[in-house]
């Protein structure tokens, strides 16, 4: 099939590169010009694992390429994906700018009978929004699909090449059948094709993100009271998690999700809630509890150094400034959160992330300092803070830790380690819903 994908961000770039991977010509387009030259020239613009070898051997054999002209390149395509961002507006709901703009274009210049799927994540009713839109202009065989993406940042080519499920929204049998062929190669293992209607396709993106968001949640409020009533969550987490209703998945406790989906559907969601008189009551607490989750860490914090006054002129490591590992994206990343607390309270930063130094650069600039490698950030600070959980920091070199702060505690935001060892070992040691481990019992 000719397919054209609107946007070359995390889902575009990854859909594109998994289409042209199983035999289809696709042509990836983008309106940031500075990004399609990057991407004509074979650099690739985020890090996500193995993209960049999936992308360059499908341009090298001809069957992906890139435009920053959509009128032209939608010309020849059976269906246009639409995978532009769909952010927070100040009221919560989804800014709905970028995707209806991508629409006009398409009708502008693509032929009567395509197809226009919309990958990014939109409000229930977007899919007949966009087709009344094409309506007004004319446009009356272009068909709109919803057809929401799944996939995890750090896992995307994996979860693009072999999902759990397809969701597609289309009351046209023919149109399906066009879908269920296109996604054959990637359901062979025999995962699920659901033809749902526009709706209830829509409904299911926020509601599958809304879930998942609602488990941490859950998880981070249990670890608070377990802070407080000196039960450990880590144990509390495989207890429950080992009965098969509940499952082990996204029952981590941590310093609060972030990153470009949860946060802005579960908003999104709620304000779909209170638009249609519901209170959304569920969806608000999901929110509440994790910015409780954030504060909840940096009153660690200000307790340790008996103060946020006290905090003035120190200096903290952060490892960790991705929302989570194996991706550069620090969209509502808690370690953001952190660092401006930090800064807030008049300490030295020095930060140190595998992959997500220059995003953090781009807003900061020179107001924290940037580690060329993990142990550079350590020199000199009061204290670490781990916030995200890149593997690497999961086995450190604890003594060189000990050597380089000035008094050896570590503020751990995703539990990596474990706190009788850090007790032997000799560390002030506060995690997330466990017992801190303190040197001096008085601190
Ligand atoms: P992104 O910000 O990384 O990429 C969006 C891209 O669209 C940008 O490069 C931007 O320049 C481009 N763009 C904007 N308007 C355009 C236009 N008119 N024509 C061409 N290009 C245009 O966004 P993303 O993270 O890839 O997310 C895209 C959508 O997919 C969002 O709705 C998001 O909620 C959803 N989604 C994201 C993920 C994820 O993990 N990132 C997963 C599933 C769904």
């Known amino acids: 099939m000719n397919i054209a994908v609107i ?121 007949d929004q966009v087709l009344e839109l094409l309506r007004s202009k004319g446009k009356n065989n272009i068909a709109v699909v919803s057809n929401p993406e799944f996939l995890r940042e750090g896992t995307a080519l994996q979860d693009c090449l072999q999902p759990d499920r397809i969701v597609v929204g289309t009351d046209d049998e023919t149109i399906a059948e066009i879908f269920r062929e296109l996604y054959h190669p990637f359901v062979r293992t025999g995962k699920p094709i659901f033809i749902l209607d526009h709706r209830s396709a829509e409904m299911a993106k926020y509601a599958a993100n809304a879930l998942l968001a609602m488990r941490i949640s859950f998880v981070n409020e249990i670890s608070m009271l377990c802070e407080k009533v000196g039960a450990d969550i ?23 999700f972030g990153g470009s989906c949860f946060p802005k559907d579960v908003r999104a969601l709620e304000s779909l809630a209170r638009k249609n008189g519901e209170n959304g009551s569920l969806l608000s607490a999901i929110l509440e509890v994790n910015e409780a989750q954030k504060k909840n860490f940096m009153r660690k914090i200000f307790h340790h150094f008996k103060g946020k006054s006290e905090l003035q002129g120190k200096r903290m490591a952060i490892w960790g400034l991705s929302f989570k590992a194996k991706t550069d994206d ?30 953090v650069e781009a807003i900061y600039k020179n107001r924290v300092s940037y580690a060329k490698f993990s142990y550079a950030a350590l020199d000199g600070a009061d204290a670490l803070c781990v916030l995200t959980e890149w593997n690497q920091f999961r086995h450190p070199d604890f003594l060189q830790i000990k050597e380089l702060l000035q008094t050896p505690t570590i503020f751990d935001g995703r539990n990596l380690y474990d706190p009788e060892a850090m007790k032997k070992l000799g560390f002030n040691y506060y995690s997330v819903g466990r017992s801190p481990v303190l040197l001096n019992k008085n601190t």
């Open 234 to 256: 880590a144990k509390v987490r495989v207890a429950i998690g080992a009965d098969q209703r509940i499952g082990m998945q996204y029952l981590f406790p941590s310093i609060g």
């Open 7 to 127: 946007g070359t961000g995390y889902v575009g770039l990854v859909t594109g590169a998994c289409f042209a991977e199983t035999g289809n010509k696709v042509i990836c387009i983008d309106v940031d010009e500075e990004k399609v030259d990057r991407l004509r020239k074979g650099d690739i613009p985020f890090y996500e694992p193995g993209l960049p070898e999936i992308v360059n051997r499908n341009v090298t054999e001809g069957r992906m390429s890139f435009s920053t002209n959509t009128g032209e390149a939608v010309s020849k395509a059976q269906i246009c994906f639409i995978c532009v961002g769909t952010p927070s507006e100040n009221d919560g709901s989804a800014d709905l700018s970028y995707v209806l703009k991508a629409a006009e274009e398409i009708a502008k210049g693509a032929h009567e009978a395509t197809i226009i799927a919309l990958k990014s994540t939109v409000p229930v009713g977007t899919a």
């Open 330 to 359: 620090i969209r509502e990343s808690p370690a953001l959160f952190v660092i401006d607390e930090l800064l807030g309270a008049g300490m030295n930063i020095s930060v140190y992330d595998p992959s997500a130094m220059q995003n």
